[in-house]
Nanobody
């Protein structure tokens, strides 16, 4: 059974930083690309970043480039999202996702999400 568990969210002041973690179990973590998404209240889920199996390649949506950094530790079966210079617009539930198949970027497995709230 594949499980993804996010952690690291919380309440932070604008301008601060957070590092989100997503621990994966139930599959060979290094075989699959990973992604980060978020969903703010009343909005659709938004893609943030993806990272390839090795961690050598990352892609970000334009709105977060320069502030968000996605990385992974295959030995720990964990993917991370470092978020800097937080703004109230970053308030959302953040989700990690794992590709369903090797060499794919279609995400079939999702975590339960971690809440990030940024106060002004």
């Amino acid at each position: 059974q594949v499980q993804l568990v996010e952690s690291g969210g919380g309440l932070v002041q604008a301008g601060g930083s957070l590092r989100l973690s997503c621990a994966v179990s139930g599959r060979t973590f290094s075989h699959y690309a990973m992604g980060w998404f978020r969903q703010a209240p009343g909005k659709k889920r938004e893609f943030l970043a993806t990272i390839d199996r090795s961690g050598d390649s990352t892609v970000y949506t334009n709105s977060v480039k320069g502030r968000f950094t996605c990385s992974r530790d295959n030995a720990k079966s964990t993917v991370y999202l470092q978020i800097n210079r937080l703004t109230p617009e970053d308030t959302a539930v953040y989700y990690c996702a794992s590709a369903g198949r090797r060499y794919s970027y279609e995400y079939d497995y999702w975590g339960q999400g971690t809440q990030v709230t940024v106060s002004s």
